[in-house]
């Protein structure tokens, strides 16, 4: 296993959180890398992808989440000590539920604004309050109008608009 993106710490300082993937063999020439170069080949190998925390305290590693599926995005609650979000990679109009939850004490896992629809949500992102969630989507089938959105981690205060144009990143 490799670690994957970057190490996040949690609200009350006690744990870094951090992503592990199974490190995979090319086949093939090597070839330039690039963002998302590999993102549909990555998605199709359904990677052991796993969420660790690690004590501060001590540096005892545990194994929080794990599954066979192309995963990222890591990002702990500035505010919320045992919540963190991550999410499932891959092509946006092949994945069913992009946006997850994971309490980091009990394992508990959740959709995060649960897709419903035509639409393609992510690029998940936490408010300074540490509650709520913001992100953005699109139509599945590239048609239509965009939405910007949050919402709270616990799914309350769902607030949504559209807009015209496709954005990446924000």
Same mark, same amino acid.
């Given at each position: 296993?490799?670690?994957?993106?970057?190490?996040?710490?949690?609200?009350?300082?006690?744990?870094?959180?951090?992503?592990?993937?199974?490190?995979?063999?090319?086949?093939?020439?090597?070839?330039?890398?690039?963002? $998302?170069?590999?993102?549909?080949?990555?998605?199709?190998?359904?990677?052991?992808?796993?969420?660790?925390?690690?004590?501060?305290?001590?540096?005892?590693?545990? /194994?929080?989440?794990?599954?066979? %599926?192309?995963?990222?995005?890591?990002? *702990?609650?500035?505010?919320?000590?045992?919540?963190?979000?991550?999410?499932?990679?891959?092509?946006?109009?092949?994945?069913?539920? %992009?946006?997850?939850?994971?309490?980091?004490? *009990?394992?508990?896992?959740?959709? /995060?604004?649960?897709?419903?629809?035509? $639409?393609?949500?992510?690029?998940?992102?936490?408010?300074?309050?540490? /509650?709520?969630?913001?992100?953005?989507? %699109?139509? %599945?089938?590239?048609?239509?109008?965009?939405?910007?959105?949050?919402?709270?981690?616990?799914?309350?205060?769902?607030?949504?608009?559209?807009?015209?144009?496709? /954005?990446?990143?924000?």
């Amino acid at each position: 296993m490799m670690i994957r993106g970057r190490a996040n710490p949690t609200a009350d300082g006690k744990y870094v959180c951090i992503m592990l993937g199974e490190a995979r063999k090319r086949e093939g020439p090597a070839r330039i890398s690039f963002s $998302y170069s590999n993102f549909r080949e990555s998605f199709k190998a359904k990677p052991l992808t796993q969420i660790a925390r690690i004590e501060v305290a001590t540096g005892a590693m545990e /194994v929080i989440h794990e599954d066979r %599926r192309y995963m990222g995005h890591v990002n *702990t609650s500035p505010a919320l000590p045992d919540i963190l979000t991550y999410c499932h990679e891959g092509p946006w109009n092949w994945i069913d539920q %992009r946006m997850w939850g994971l309490n980091i004490q *009990t394992g508990e896992t959740w959709k /995060v604004r649960p897709q419903e629809g035509d $639409y393609s949500i992510g690029h998940e992102y936490w408010f300074a309050d540490g /509650v709520h969630i913001g992100y953005h989507g %699109r139509p %599945r089938d590239a048609s239509g109008r965009h939405v910007f959105g949050h919402i709270r981690w616990d799914n309350e205060e769902w607030v949504e608009d559209h807009f015209p144009f496709h /954005v990446q990143h924000h």
